[in-house]
């Protein structure tokens, strides 16, 4: 595996980084999980932008041009010759010393691995999965925007270790009102009446690339689409519910809290969506 850092390739036994790297130390950095289908990485321009805007909220200044950092992240891909994989890009605040102040971090850290990824096994995209709410709430806009998709994921592994108590693939969160905001590292969605809604991000919730995608599919097959409050009294009578995210992709929810969703099984327009999905990771993204 060839790994990019800062400039270079290494191989994964040189790459190293400080134990003074802020990104460790304080979480301080963002990061993208990108995927690649076909030797074509999927809507890599959104995955920049979006790490860009991060990087914006937090003050840290991306060493590259968002042009040379997109032709690291495709030179990673090619280097590792994958043809459907997954990409990590990590842009940390660098190494400073042990205050927290990244005043004092005068260079950001910046790696690239390219892997492969799978978070559930294969029979819950035909059959559907299991969630569970957690008692963890998402972290609250005004604490630390879910917006960013910054290194300090405890909110979501906490919630995780809820998770791995039960018998569930995932976790679905609440914000400190109870407002759904999204499954702990996926968004989520509801199919009311043919209408395809998502919570609004202003409730507390990234704004997946993938969810966008859905969105944008949605409204071209025809289907009402909508940003929508909802508790999870609306989850559990929904018609369907499905959850959207780089690594998940699209899969079906057919049980929340044990309460069947719809009938149970994976509902129409989810399987509709998953499929035009899986023609669009075929037919688009940047190549290399
Ligand atoms: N919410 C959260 C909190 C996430 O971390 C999503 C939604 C979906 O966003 P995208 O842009 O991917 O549609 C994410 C994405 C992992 C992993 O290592 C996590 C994500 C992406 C890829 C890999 O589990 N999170």
Do not use: W
Not at 192 to 202: H, L
């Amino acid at each position: 595996m060839e790994i990019y850092l800062d400039g270079e390739f290494v191989s994964e036994d040189q790459a190293k980084i400080s134990v003074f790297d802020h990104g460790l130390l304080y979480g301080d950095g963002i990061f993208e999980g990108i995927r690649i289908y076909h030797r074509r990485i999927f809507k890599l321009d959104e995955h920049l932008d979006r790490l860009y805007g991060g990087a914006k909220a937090i003050l840290l200044d991306v060493p590259l041009e968002v042009d040379q950092l997109k032709e690291a992240v495709v030179e990673t891909a090619k280097r590792n010759d994958l043809t459907d994989g997954y990409i990590r890009l990590v842009v940390t605040r660098g190494v400073g010393d042990l205050g927290l102040n990244p005043t004092k971090c005068p260079k950001p850290t910046i790696f690239i691995i390219a892997s492969t990824i799978k978070i559930y096994p294969d029979e819950i995209y035909h059959k559907g999965m299991k969630v569970v709410t957690v008692s963890t709430r998402r972290n609250l806009i005004e604490a630390l925007n879910p917006r960013i998709k910054s290194l300090n994921y405890l909110n979501n592994v906490l919630a995780t270790l809820e998770v791995n108590r039960v018998d569930a693939q995932e976790g679905l969160m609440l914000n400190a009102d109870g407002y759904v905001t999204e499954c702990i590292v996926d968004n989520f969605f509801l199919v009311d009446k043919g209408v395809v809604a998502t919570p609004p991000t202003s409730v507390g919730a990234l704004k997946g690339v993938t969810r966008d995608t859905v969105m944008e599919l949605a409204v071209e097959a025809g289907y009402d689409v909508e940003e929508r409050i909802m508790t999870l009294h609306d989850v559990y009578i929904a018609d369907e519910n499905f959850l959207t995210g780089t690594a998940a992709e699209i899969a079906p929810i057919t049980t929340v809290d044990d309460r069947l969703i719809g009938t149970g099984e994976p509902g129409p327009i989810t399987m509709d969506l998953m499929t035009k999905f899986h023609s669009l990771v075929r037919s688009s993204g940047t190549s290399f």
